[in-house]
């Protein structure tokens, strides 16, 4: 692998550190700025609306420039964003900050994909991938506990700025490792807003959105539920998340290795396993040791669709992929905030709080269903254009 794949995986690392290490400094947040906690929660809900719509909105800012370009420009705006919430003097300047930030999230990964799938061989795309996308798994285990830690030690503004300098390492890493890439001759916003409108194209979005969701509608509520179910302590909470973001890793990694070999059948394995370990879930959930077991294979299964479906979305929207791309990863921010919003809907039902595992195996159920619609309906139109290939070959022969 090139190591220009290490300035992206590092560029990564930054935005899934800011985007999940705010979580753990709420309440800091909300004591300097004497708001409420569900008044300090809107940095998240900021952060997934920005990401959701930032994504599709910046990438056709940048249809007209260089790909490298764009990813420094897109570190340039991570930076500055943190940078604002890290000197914000209130919290709606804050918030602001979280917004500028969040602009860059969704048109990296998505431009990024695309330039760590050109960087290698058509045949370790997958892989590749997978590399820029460590940084965002790996942010999980390391980056987000430490700046928890430094935030809780010395303040949460201090957390900011250390996330606005891996920005500039990022930034930095882009223009001394990428390679200048222009942007392919004869693609225009017209090509890239077309490529959206092949139904492959949405059906690996529709996968993106339910099967990514269906982890989020149990990890969103992992704390009612590892302490008033399986009887862990409040502290043990932390150690947990760093067990996921474990799986994470490694499900990031094995889903690039064989996607790359077979994908549709590496989203039939992840897909249809992480149906099963979130339906188990819910037995699970009442033993510390079973269920500390599968919060790790949900962080594995649910990271190992990741890169297949991200290069699903580039195969079928070959020629035109970068618009598509970013919408994927905004379609993973709505998958997060629709299976949330579901969970809390059973919980408040008086399902209890392993409710959302079912919510989950649902939504990745329903994903394993499109997967296999999709694969139907491309062997369904490659046999079709092969009659047409044939006919039209024996009316040639015909003529002759």
Do not use: C
């Amino acid at each position: 692998m090139p190591l220009a794949l290490l300035a992206l995986a590092i560029g990564a690392f930054g935005i899934g550190t800011t985007e999940f290490v705010v979580m753990g400094l709420l309440p800091q947040v909300s004591a300097d700025f004497h708001v409420g906690i569900p008044t300090a929660g809107l940095l998240v809900t900021g952060y997934a609306l920005g990401v959701l719509f930032g994504a599709p909105l910046m990438t056709v800012i940048g249809t007209k420039i260089p790909r490298k370009l764009m990813l420094m420009l897109l570190m340039g705006l991570f930076v500055v964003g943190n940078l604002i919430s890290a000197l914000a003097p209130s919290f709606g300047l804050m918030l602001v900050g979280r917004i500028v930030t969040s602009l860059a999230h969704g048109a990296f990964f998505g431009i990024g994909s695309v330039v760590a799938a050109e960087l290698v061989a058509p045949e370790k795309k997958a892989g590749a991938i997978a590399t820029m996308f460590t940084g965002l798994t790996v942010a999980n285990v390391v980056g987000v506990p430490l700046g928890t830690y430094v935030g809780q030690a010395a303040g949460w503004r201090v957390t900011f700025a250390v996330v606005a300098a891996l920005g500039v390492m990022g930034l930095l890493g882009i223009a001394k490792l990428v390679p200048p890439l222009p942007r392919p001759e004869g693609v225009s916003l017209r090509h890239e807003v077309g490529a959206l409108r092949n139904p492959q194209v949405v059906l690996a979005m529709a996968m993106t959105v339910l099967g990514f969701g269906g982890v989020f509608a149990a990890i969103t509520y992992i704390a009612p539920m590892m302490t008033r179910v399986a009887g862990f302590s409040d502290g043990a909470v932390t150690w947990l998340l760093v067990l996921f973001g474990v799986g994470m890793v490694i499900g990031n990694l094995v889903g690039g290795r064989f996607a790359d070999r077979a994908l549709m059948p590496m989203l039939y394995t992840t897909l249809g396993g992480l149906a099963l370990v979130l339906g188990v879930f819910t037995v699970t959930a009442h033993n510390e040791a079973l269920a500390a077991v599968t919060v790790l294979l949900v962080g594995a299964l649910g990271f190992a669709t990741v890169p297949p479906l991200q290069k699903r979305v580039l195969d079928q929207a070959h020629g035109a992929p970068t618009l598509a791309s970013a919408v994927n990863i905004g379609a993973f921010n709505l998958g997060n905030a629709l299976s949330a919003w579901l969970g809390g809907v059973v919980i408040a039902a008086g399902f209890g709080y392993t409710s959302p595992n079912w919510v989950g195996a649902a939504l990745a159920t329903t994903a394993l269903v499109l997967a296999f619609w999709s694969a139907s309906l491309e062997r369904r139109t490659a046999t079709n254009e092969t009659a047409t290939t044939a006919l039209r070959t024996e009316g040639d022969l015909v003529s002759q």
